[in-house]
């Protein structure tokens, strides 16, 4: 069970930082954004292999997917947010 929710913690990191990076690149943070890209690839791969590690097991899609509609949604709030501060 612990393998299944960091499954869902690793991909809800993960998109959390993509959706972030994403919103920077369209502001021209490029800096920022290529620093980003490093650990989103790194722990986009960690997720990742434990899919594939678990290819039978249902519950790691579901914590998958899960952490990615998270992620979404939290990296568009923090990127809100600092974008408030910013101005």
Request: hydrophobic share 55%; aromatic share 12%.
């Given at each position: 069970m612990?393998?299944?929710m960091m499954t869902f913690l690793l991909k809800w990191i993960e998109?959390?930082?993509e959706s972030f990076?994403?919103?920077?690149?369209a502001r021209m943070?490029?800096?920022l954004s290529s620093l980003l890209?490093?650990?989103d690839v790194l722990l986009g791969l960690g997720a990742l292999s434990l899919i594939v590690s678990h290819l039978t097991?249902?519950?790691f899609y579901l914590a998958y997917a899960l952490g990615y509609a998270a992620g979404n949604f939290t990296g568009l709030l923090i990127f809100e947010r600092v974008?408030?501060?910013?101005?």
């Open positions: 612990i393998w299944v998109l959390t930082i990076r994403i919103a920077c690149l943070f490029k800096g890209s490093i650990l097991s249902w519950p974008m408030k501060k910013i101005k």
